[in-house]
């Protein structure tokens, strides 16, 4: 039963929706539909939801961004702080209303870190010394005091997100909002971004709401989650443990996972949490591992190097891709891994090496020759659309690589059935990339490329892009994919190869390259060792001991309940 | 420290203007050559490391640019005394004499082209376009914002279209057409787009152009702005036809009313902005725009006095052009921020 989060009566309002209803200019339904919230001052909440579901509209309403810069229909109201965003644009909302968006790029609009920080401070006429000490408080506030003479543009992606956040929080506005800070960063900077929210919500008692997908890093810090009803972007605040009880699992980081799977109470939201629990369950030494066996190779590289000036950006890279595997290209940003896959396309020149992809040797054909043999699907796939109808983007794609092929069926293979008429940039955010990948796979390469298939997407859409791979690989394809999802590739990938500066630093098995380090390990390994990878593995085991000698494999303390969860 | 020891934007903007006008008025081969040295010249010596975009391109430019330029010019204009071979009137347009004038002319516009967009490529790495917009009074916010936004747009672009080209060819993407453009343009065109209404949200969610009160704003100042704009575009016309001291009068008029509406004072003002860093007016800007503004005074009264100076026509006969050594000698003061800021951008600040 879902049970809405009851307030602490201390907390006063801060800000209150109030039967909100917005369509956007054009469309034919809702994307927030009668919707009431409460927000307590000090609080912090994550709004979360598949995509589409209206979590963004919700959140720019908070600042009269909506319905002031999107225009369209609006009903009911929106007060922040005694403020109505009805008679207050997002301008004059500035006071009340920090609001950091998803792209740290987008946002840049100083050439200094500390002339971007001191931007809005400017536009409200800040006397320069009032000015300049509230701009060294936030460089203190955020960690960024290093950075202040840099340009933004030069800093890493987490580093930006700190800079916007702290230009965002110039005005001293008392509700912090943020769409997605960080579905566009690595693991590392995102953690940087949500140690420093957290620290601004309990130190200084600063109210925050962030929609986010990723919830491992996120659910435990939060005091309330509204998990946004798509269509209608209505729903409830629950409590974060309450919220991890009702919602399905898929959504919940692996900890969690693995407390609803068996049953553990409370629901972990973290993995000393989890730890706790774990130490009850007796898994087997060794986990019998089921590998598909790789074909014939596809694409080799021996030695390949590039060099920018005087620096190697990729060096001595060795790599086979054999048919029907998967392996999955991590490392840090800027460790070359874009690059990588951009070479072995012919989009880069090799300074040494060879590369050669079913007989074929990039660079001295012309890319597009590659391209007929090796999809690649790149980090903004939507990019690419530009055709009137879905349909004619798979017909223009088989034409150029000279194959026939029924668009309807492709479409079908991607689930995107009877959809063939609409024009490519009227689908939603994952229809648009499964559409992507249904042009890419347009002619059966023998090879797909993807780099960052996963950035922003909700876990559904996770699911069903590896679903899609996993049918793709069946048929004789082969998968490198560039990623910092390390939970996608544990339950994914048959190999992991991790770049370090352009060198290939590791390459085996996920649970040998994944396991016993420090910053590519998933939850369920730091929980349960590196042998495991996953919560589906660990109840899968637990669920074949059960049924051989029920008594030896879990040891369970009085009222526990497992539960080894279909929903895995 | 790393603060930057160049130039002020707008030195910068005073200086693009100033060696783009001998340029935009004709096609004089000894002032082009100058120019183009001089902007090469100052582009390689003041452009930070970070910045500079290497020549390869600028040579791929006139590569493309000067043969288009010579071939159009010699098949379209049949003009001059030196005539080279005779294309058979049967085909239209491209039907006549080709002459070594119209290829002379021609290349001089293909040099012109590239010696324009180096001016245009040099300043826009050397400016700091967030001082520039600091600098817009809140009445023109508006303005601002559509500037930042297609500011925005333009640095992106090249990354989005290589991006873009990259994956059309992972489909197969090949050029046989211009069809084969669609969809390089379409994409392109859209991303940009998502990603100005990005900034322009990011502007407005941080509060910029402060905040008039609503309700009280006049509607005199967009007139005064549309009025400039106006008699911008009827001086720029003038000077075109060689008419300088119309075009002056009309465009010292656009900057006067601009400045009226943009800074009408009285009830209906913004909050005043104020700034984070004051900029710093050198001598190094004054000696710079000191050259700029000689060399533009210079261009302007040699267009009235001595027009054959700086346009330069190859029809009817090839002849050597006229030239002004004191114009020559003039516009070399253009070459002053080579001497005085060798090195780093522009904004230079306490």
């Known amino acids: ?403 026939e092929v029924d668009p309807d069926v492709m479409l079908a293979m991607v689930g995107l059935d009877g959809l063939g008429d609409r024009h490519p940039r009227d689908l939603s955010g994952g229809e648009q990339e499964r559409l992507a990948l249904a042009i890419m796979l347009t002619g059966k390469p023998c090879a797909l490329l993807l780099d960052e298939p996963t950035r922003g997407m909700d876990a559904w859409r996770k699911d069903q892009l590896i679903r899609i791979l996993d049918d793709y690989r069946r048929d004789g394809g082969a998968v490198l994919m560039a990623t910092h999802d390390v939970e996608l590739i544990a339950g994914s990938a048959d190999r992991v190869v991790m770049l370090g500066d352009g060198e290939v630093i590791a390459d085996g098995p996920p649970e040998h390259v994944l396991g016993g380090s420090l910053t590519f390990t998933t939850q369920t390994q730091l929980v349960f060792g590196d042998e495991w990878l996953t919560p589906g593995q660990v109840l899968d085991a637990v669920r074949s001991r059960a049924t051989t000698s029920p008594a030896t494999w879990l040891e369970t303390s009085a009222g526990d309940d497992v539960r080894c969860s279909d929903r895995e | 420290m790393d603060d930057h020891d160049g130039l002020d934007s707008r030195t910068w903007l005073l200086w693009g203007a100033a060696a783009s006008v001998p340029l935009i008025t004709g096609r004089h081969p000894v002032l082009l050559a100058e120019l183009l040295l001089i902007v090469l010249a100052v582009r390689s010596v003041c452009t930070p490391p970070e910045r500079r975009a290497g020549w390869g391109w600028l040579v791929r430019l006139g590569a493309l640019a000067v043969p288009i330029g010579v071939l159009f010019n010699m098949f379209t204009v049949h003009a001059g005394d030196t005539r080279l071979f005779r294309v058979s009137d049967d085909l239209p347009l491209f039907g006549g004499t080709v002459t070594l004038n119209a290829a002379v002319y021609g290349l001089l516009s293909g040099l012109t082209v590239v010696a324009l967009v180096a001016i245009g490529t040099t300043v826009a790495a050397l400016i700091d376009w967030s001082a520039l917009m600091r600098l817009v009074p809140p009445r023109a916010a508006s303005i601002a914002v559509a500037g930042s936004v297609a500011w925005a747009f333009l640095p992106q672009l090249s990354t989005s279209w290589r991006e873009i080209r990259e994956a059309q060819t992972a489909r197969g993407h090949r050029w046989r057409g211009a069809r084969d453009a669609i969809p390089l343009i379409v994409p392109l065109m859209a991303g940009g787009l998502d990603r100005s209404v990005t900034m322009a949200e990011a502007l407005e969610a941080r509060g910029f152009g402060g905040t008039a009160p609503a309700g009280r704003r006049s509607a005199w100042p967009p007139a005064a702005l549309g009025a400039a704009l106006t008699m911008a575009v009827v001086g720029i016309y003038l000077f075109a036809v060689g008419r300088s001291l119309g075009a002056a009068g009309a465009i010292l008029v656009a900057g006067v009313v601009a400045l009226v509406g943009v800074r009408g004072g009285g009830p209906t003002a913004g909050i005043r902005s104020t700034r984070y860093r004051e900029t710093v007016w050198t001598r190094a800007d004054w000696l710079v725009c000191g050259g700029a503004l000689t060399a533009l005074v210079a261009t302007v009264v040699t267009l009235q006095l001595q027009p054959e100076a700086l346009r330069y026509e190859p029809y009817p006969s090839l002849d050597w052009p006229v030239t002004s050594p004191l114009l020559v000698l003039l516009l070399a003061l253009l070459m002053v921020p080579a001497v005085v800021a060798p090195t780093g951008p522009a904004g230079r600040h306490t």
């Open chain 1, 1 to 403: 039963m879902i049970r809405q989060l009851e307030r602490d009566g201390a907390s006063s309002s801060l800000a209150s929706l109030v039967d909100v209803t917005y369509r956007y200019p054009d469309a034919t339904v809702p994307s927030i539909d009668h919707c009431s919230w409460e927000i307590g001052a000090g609080e912090m909440l994550l709004v979360a939801g598949a995509s589409g579901s209206g979590k963004s509209t919700l959140l720019r309403t908070l600042n009269g961004l909506v319905p002031h810069f999107s225009g369209g229909r609006f009903g009911g109201s929106v007060v922040v702080c005694g403020d109505s965003t009805r008679a207050n644009g997002p301008n004059r909302m500035s006071r009340h209303v920090g609001f950091v968006f998803q792209d740290p790029e987008a946002q840049v609009l100083g050439s200094r870190v500390d002339e971007d920080i001191a931007f809005s401070l400017e536009q409200r006429g800040v006397p320069r010394t009032a000015m300049r000490k509230r701009v060294e408080e936030l460089l203190d506030l955020l960690a960024i005091a290093p950075l202040r003479h840099r340009d933004p543009r030069t800093l890493s992606g987490g580093e930006r997100q700190r800079v916007a956040i702290a230009g965002a929080l110039a005005l001293h506005p008392q509700l912090l909002v943020l769409d997605e800070p960080t579905s566009q960063l690595d693991p590392w900077g995102a953690e940087d971004v949500l140690a420093s929210l957290s620290r601004l919500n309990e130190d200084l008692g600063l109210t925050i709401v962030i929609a986010e997908h990723r919830m491992e890093r996120l659910l435990h810090r939060v005091d309330a989650v509204r998990w946004v009803e798509p269509g209608g972007a209505r729903g409830v605040d629950l409590a974060p443990r309450d919220f991890a009880r009702t919602v399905e699992p898929i959504v919940l980081p692996a900890v969690s996972r693995l407390g609803v799977g068996f049953g553990w109470q409370p629901v972990p939201l973290t993995v000393k949490e989890a730890r706790r629990h774990a130490a009850r369950v007796s898994l087997p030494s060794s986990r019998p591992i089921r590998r598909s066996a790789p074909g014939g190779v596809v694409m080799r590289t021996r030695g390949i190097g590039m060099r920018h000036g005087s620096r190697w950006i990729l060096r001595g890279v060795d790599l086979d891709l054999r048919q029907g595997e998967l392996v999955a290209l991590i490392g840090r940003n800027g460790s070359g891994k874009t690059t990588l896959l951009r070479t072995l396309l012919g989009h880069h020149p090799l300074g040494e090496g060879a590369v050669e992809i079913m007989g074929l040797v990039p660079g001295t054909k012309d890319p597009a020759g590659i391209g007929r043999s090796v999809g690649y699907l790149p980090q903004q796939p939507t990019a690419m659309l530009f055709a009137e109808r879905v349909r004619d983007e798979i017909l223009y794609t088989a034409r150029q690589r000279g194959v």
